[in-house]
């Protein structure tokens, strides 16, 4: 009988799906990178408990072109500055990709907020463009000029933190206590530039980032970077603390309440 590829593969191919994994070659990517100080209670706002703010406002826009071999990535995320239990990191609130694997692969291990979306990065000479779009509203634009280089930083280690959680099969809120993930990333970077420029932000009524405002524009920069990532769950939070947050990781959070339509498959 022929293979039936959705039958159990076995122990072997399992490890061998393992191993492959853990071998994988430094991945690089080519991106912009916006950082802005924002309105105090707008950063506020957004962090779901028990995260807090830290002690400046600040939102980050990272846009780039993942360099996958035979799979060219586009990736990005906007987050807001945010602690927990003394660590300061980022908090994202949309990460739109490309691809389906990417998106995947984010949202079910780690927690991510990944939407599909379209990734944007564009250079011609020492002109620079990159956007974030979804739904035909490119809702973040950084657009600027090449005006230098800048010492290359040290491998450093940057923590985002992420909820992992899954809705309830009754539409009741979780299946469980959601997780709060501790995605621990260790950076290196081989090129990097200094842009100036400006940051738009456009009204998006499923990604509202321009609830964001850029009040100061801290720095834009293109570099070309490397990561490696390993998450940890270090709490379970409570459920109806994190469900009044829950719509930011759905373009219509009702879907989740709904359940399934009667005899559906």
């Known amino acids: 009988m022929a293979r039936i590829r959705y039958g159990a593969r076995t122990e072997a191919e399992i490890a061998a799906a393992r191993t492959a994994a853990a071998e994988l070659p430094d991945i690089w990517s080519t991106g912009v990178v916006a950082v802005w100080e924002s309105d105090p209670d707008a950063v506020a706002a957004v962090l779901p408990p028990p995260l807090k703010p830290t002690g400046r406002p600040l ?13 060219p990535l586009g990736a990005g995320s906007v987050a807001v500055a945010a602690a927990h239990h003394g660590v300061e990191g980022w908090y994202p609130l949309v990460m739109p990709m490309t691809h389906e694997r990417a ?19 564009e250079r011609d000479g ?4 990159a956007a974030l779009a979804r739904h035909g509203i490119a809702f973040v634009e950084v657009r600027g000029a090449v005006s230098g280089g800048l010492p290359l930083p040290e491998p450093s280690q940057k923590t985002d933190f992420y909820f992992k959680f899954l809705p309830a099969v009754d539409g009741s809120g979780f299946d469980a206590d959601p997780a709060l993930v501790h995605c621990l ?4 970077v081989r090129k990097l530039e200094r842009i100036t420029g400006d940051v738009v932000l456009r009204e998006s009524m499923y990604d509202p980032v321009a609830d964001l405002p ?13 990561t490696d990532q390993k998450g940890r769950i270090v709490e379970r939070v409570d459920a109806r603390a994190l469900l009044p ?7 219509d ?10 005899g559906s498959a």
């Open 59 to 71: 939102v980050r826009a990272a846009i780039s072109a993942v360099d996958l071999p035979g799979y």
């Open 103 to 121: 998106l995947i692969g984010g949202r079910e291990v780690f927690g991510e907020p990944k939407k599909l979306g379209e990734v944007t990065v």
């Open 126 to 129: 020492l002109t620079v463009r």
């Open 185 to 188: 990333r260790e950076e290196k």
């Open 214 to 226: 850029v009040r100061t524009l801290v720095e834009i920069t293109l570099g070309e970077k490397t």
């Open 245 to 251: 947050y829950i719509h930011q990781r759905y373009d």
């Open 253 to 262: 959070p009702r879907q989740i309440l709904d359940g399934p339509p009667e």
